[in-house]
């Protein structure tokens, strides 16, 4: 604990950074792929080859992707732009068939239902299907959240900013409590997070809770008859 707090000005400006660089992928592969996702779910005809390029994507290596990134973009090789573009692409390539199926779990019944009110395309999706896919979107957006907070250590590799330079620093310096640190660092984000996400959740979409509420009711109701 002592380089810890000796070192602390330097972990708390790399937490400062690792976190504004999870920030943007997440929020912008979210923003991208719900879209994507609801035209796979849409139109069927597309929806193989939707999910299969977006799949595909998660498979390109991911430091070959940030190398690559400052040619395809144009940008220096430090410029942050480089990694939340390379992020973005794997937070779209995890949100994607989740959003499919988001859309997907939504109750043909209701939709019709919504139909026949006279909810057009456009209202429909805003006011049934979007809210609906809700906790199942949340849940995709939880997975994206980690798997992107644990892919900004790659950063460090390249010379970008993060806790994944206490990584880098600790393997040179063969000091396992500086690398100790960083992935402590790394969790507790991903942790606060989560956290954060599921408050929102909580927010946003009072009625999964409601939802959950009355499968527990309807379980317990099930567990007493069986056992009556």
């Known amino acids: 604990m002592t380089w810890v707090f000796a070192n602390f000005e330097q972990i708390w400006s790399l937490t400062v950074a690792h976190v504004l660089l999870s920030i943007a992928p997440i929020i912008c592969g979210f923003v991208i792929a719900v879209p994507i996702g609801w035209f796979a779910y849409r139109f069927r005809v597309s929806r193989g080859v939707v999910l ?8 390109i290596p991911s430091l070959a992707l ?3 990134m400052p040619t395809l973009l144009g940008t220096k090789i430090l410029n942050p732009l480089n990694l939340i573009v390379t992020l973005t692409i794997y937070a779209i ?7 499919t199926d988001a859309f997907e779990a ?9 139909t026949a009110v006279g909810f057009g ?10 809210p609906l896919a809700g906790p199942v979107l949340l849940a995709g957006l939880r997975v994206v959240s980690t798997s992107t907070v644990s892919l900004v250590t ?12 206490l990584f880098t620093d600790g393997y040179q310096r063969n000091f396992p409590t ?5 992935i402590v660092g790394t969790v507790l984000i991903a942790v606060v997070f989560d956290v954060l ?3 929102l959740g909580r927010v946003l979409l009072p009625w999964a809770r409601v939802d959950e509420a009355a499968r527990r009711g309807a379980g317990s109701v099930t567990v007493k008859a069986a056992t009556a």
């Open 121 to 130: 395309a456009w209202r429909r999706f805003w006011q049934v299907e979007l």
């Open 154 to 165: 790659l950063g460090a590799l390249v010379g970008m900013s993060g806790l994944g330079y």
């Open 66 to 68: 940030i190398v690559a």
């Open 178 to 182: 500086e690398i100790l640190t960083g």
């Open 52 to 59: 299969t390029v977006c799949g595909l994507l998660y498979t």
């Open 106 to 114: 939504v109750s043909r019944d209701v939709i019709s239902s919504s």
């Open 93 to 99: 390539a995890l949100m994607v068939r989740t959003a």
């Open 197 to 199: 996400l599921v408050l």
